[in-house]
């Protein structure tokens, strides 16, 4: 059994920032977090899902889209086994449901073999 959770989404002025975070749990993530990559995704409205962030297992390597470069940052505590977003000078084209997902490598991300639920962040102008 393997459950992500989201959370930390909400509505946030242009300009403001929000920290999502995607906790994973079940038997496949219990001692193995670690081996696993983590992104992040996203689909606004009429939209594609389109990747955003990734980071490897160990943490070392990251991945981000053109679009959020300098603005957002992924991280991980395999301690607690979640994987953070934090988004900073978030703009109205950022407003999407985010879902985290997860792989073996960054690379396999790309049709991860686990996915949370979404958590829908909204970006006033």
């Known amino acids: 059994q393997v459950q992500l959770v989201e959370s930390g989404g909400g509505l946030v002025q242009a300009g403001g920032s929000l920290r999502l975070s995607c906790a994973a749990s079940?038997?496949?993530?219990?001692?193995?977090?670690?081996?696993?990559?983590m992104g992040w995704f996203r689909q606004g409205a009429g939209k594609e899902r389109e990747s955003v962030a990734a980071?490897?297992?160990?943490?070392?390597?990251?991945y981000y889209a053109n679009s959020v470069k300098g603005r957002f940052t992924i991280s991980r505590d395999n301690a607690e086994n979640t994987v953070y977003l934090q988004m900073n000078s978030l703009k109205p084209e950022d407003t999407a449901v985010y879902y985290c997902?997860?792989?073996?490598?960054?690379?396999?991300?790309?049709?991860?073999?686990?996915w949370g639920q979404g958590t829908q962040v909204t970006v006033s102008s």
């Open positions: 997902a997860a792989d073996f490598t960054i690379a396999s991300l790309e049709n991860p073999d686990y």
């Open positions: 980071v490897s297992g160990s943490g070392g390597s990251t």
């Open positions: 079940g038997r496949t993530f219990s001692s193995t977090f670690s081996n696993y990559a």
